[in-house]
């Protein structure tokens, strides 16, 4: 029986994001596309998800790989055509799984009609419809920008047009002018392209960097951080470029579109220095975004502290919103490698990759994860004479996105590890990536893939399923525990699920009644006092008997049970 979509469907969700870019080629041209994805759909929906986010599939000049849309209607060649797109959106609904589409509003290609129109003169029907402006005086009479704000990726963020003779806003690549929202036509004409998605079966929108929509009317300068310069984006503390009041009721314009819709939601991201707070004020209330994710957790170095400091302070903020948490995406380095050693950011490594699936499964709220992640997939090496990545070739300080968009591996023993079946593909396919194959990790009847990264990922997925309404539970952070480990209890306080981390490679002893950890341990014949946690430990614990287990370990090391099936070999009383 087809699937009933709940209005709430996607507080429960486990969304799986592609990059269509490097998911499956179909056509042997070194890039994926959308008929590669559609074979790839068994395979999606045997980990459990209950939606796919695609990234922009959308006709684009590809200045930045599909976030400069030049036709919100059509689809790029590179990756099929329409009637791909409807087949996908048909296919995966047909195994009970949605499509969250990603809108790019807040700014277009160049290429685009709508700024081609606007380009041409002053008085056109679409004169406004982007952000112009003369700019100033310069020292030599030639006009200068308006004002010191920068581009996200280098350089001024507004840029000179010899036919206008004026400067548009561009707060990403001079090849994505900012669209003007503060004209409703643009509105008007941005509700229409969503309705056009979602009348055709798209049951989620993903806004892009939804917090450039509007921008402070008046141009005001930025004020700097102490102790910078202003030649770079963040430098600036970006109090008129973005986050405008105004904002909101655009998105109050989107959200009533969606109502119109059974079983739709719209996600936003937020890209800034104070992201949490903007993310929830996003969804504050039912005539907003339904829930919207931040990039708190793509910080580096994060530890068991910094890890507990993020979801306290999320929840400390005003407003009472839906969380989503991403671990990774196509912009930043892979989770697996952010929480490396320095010197290992290009390493597997199975362990690390399994406690964090386990740890954003077991969070409160909407769990995006990333195409890879499944398979444990670090970040990949890139040599300098193989990026593409455009922020890379403007020299704007930001970290090459090339490594956490190489492509998928599906299979080591064809070549190019059966991505495509061209010799050479967008971006190389890594060494390391072939013995990370999903057919690898996934042979049927195989002792050795009961414990894969693949398979426990699964399981973790299923646990989520089973335990569905702790996605609505606070976390309660136990004290007392030491680095590098994390621990929190979901539900009710009186039947708790424990869940704890060690975060390092190394084994950690902890007593168990240490002052302020306020966790008891019944059973009989153990060392009632202590626990020592093994590298890369992960320990689930439900009420129920009263005996002692051991930890899962390393999950998936042999002589470890793979974990995340309701265990009952634990009493915790005394949270608090």
């Known amino acids: 029986m087809a699937r009933q979509w709940r209005e709430d469907w996607y507080r429960r969700a486990v969304v799986y994001q592609i990059y269509p870019r490097s998911y499956a080629d179909s056509n042997g041209d070194g890039i994926g596309d959308l008929p590669g994805i559609i074979e790839k759909l068994d395979y999606i929906q045997s980990l459990g998800v209950d939606a796919i986010w695609i990234s922009p599939f959308y006709k684009s000049p590809m200045a930045d790989f599909g976030y400069d849309v030049s036709d919100y209607r059509d689809v790029d060649p590179i990756f099929g055509t329409l009637e791909d797109a409807e087949r996908l959106i048909v296919e995966t609904d047909r195994r009970d799984m949605a499509v969250v589409m990603d ?49 996200v990726f280098g350089g001024s963020a507004w840029q000179w047009d010899e036919g206008r003779q004026q400067f548009y806003l561009h707060n990403f690549l001079s090849q994505q002018p900012d669209l003007n929202l503060h004209n409703m036509e643009v509105q008007d004409a941005l509700v229409a392209e969503a309705k056009f998605w979602l009348d055709r079966g798209v049951r989620g929108l993903r806004l892009d960097a939804i917090n450039f929509a509007m921008h402070d009317q ?163 090496e890139i040599a300098p004479d193989q990026v593409v990545d455009p922020a ?110 060690n975060l390092s490679e190394d084994p950690v002893t902890v007593d168990v009644d240490a002052p302020g950890l306020a966790l008891q341990v019944v059973g009989e014949g153990v060392e009632r006092l202590r626990i020592t946690a093994p590298p890369y430990g992960v320990l689930v614990l439900t009420p129920g008997r009263r005996s002692f287990p051991r930890w899962h370990g390393r999950l998936g090391e042999p002589g470890n049970m793979v974990p995340f099936s309701q265990t009952d070999d634990w009493a915790i009383t005394g949270l608090g």
Not at 104 to 133: C, G, L, P
Not at 470 to 490: C, H, K, V, Y
Request: glycine letters at 6%.
């Open 103 to 151: 809108m790019v509003m807040s700014h277009t290609s160049d290429q685009h009609a709508w700024f081609i129109e606007s380009r041409a003169d002053r008085t056109n029907a679409k004169a406004d419809w982007y952000v112009w402006h003369d700019g100033k005086p310069g020292p030599d009479g030639k006009p200068v920008p308006p004002n010191n704000w920068r581009a």
């Open 392 to 501: 890379v070739a403007r020299g704007s300080g930001v970290a090459g996105r090339d490594p956490c968009r190489a492509p998928m591996p599906w299979d080591r023993d064809k070549e190019m590890a059966g991505f495509t079946t061209a010799s050479e593909s967008w971006l190389p396919m890594p060494d390391c990536y072939r013995a990370l194959g999903a057919t690898q990790q996934d042979e049927p009847g195989s002792k050795a893939t009961r414990d894969t990264t693949l398979t426990i990922t699964r399981s973790l997925i299923e646990w989520r399923r089973m335990n569905i309404d702790l996605t609505a539970s606070p976390i309660r952070f136990f004290d007392g525990l030491p680095e590098p480990l994390l621990g929190f209890a979901r539900g009710p306080e009186r039947m708790p699920v424990t869940c704890l981390f």
């Open 218 to 380: 008046a141009l005001t300068d930025c004020p700097l951080k102490p102790g910078t310069d202003g030649s770079n984006y963040h430098d600036l503390i970006h109090l008129h470029d973005k986050n405008q009041p105004e904002t909101l009721d655009f998105l109050r314009r989107l959200r009533t579109l969606a109502d119109g819709y059974r079983g739709r939601f719209i996600v936003g991201e937020v890209y800034d220095d104070n992201d949490m707070a903007i993310a929830k004020e996003y969804c504050a209330d039912e005539t907003l975004l339904h829930t919207a994710y931040n990039f708190a957790l793509f910080a580096p170095n994060q530890t068991a502290a910094s890890l507990r400091q993020i979801f306290e302070a999320y929840d400390a903020l005003p407003h009472d919103s839906w969380p989503s948490w991403p671990l990774s995406n196509h912009d930043v380095s892979r989770a697996v490698s952010r929480f490396a050693k320095e010197g290992e950011r290009y390493k597997p490594n199975r362990h690390r990759a399994r406690q964090l699936n386990a740890l954003l499964m077991m969070l409160p709220g909407t769990a995006f994860m990333y195409q890879g992640e499944e398979l444990g997939l670090p970040d990949a």
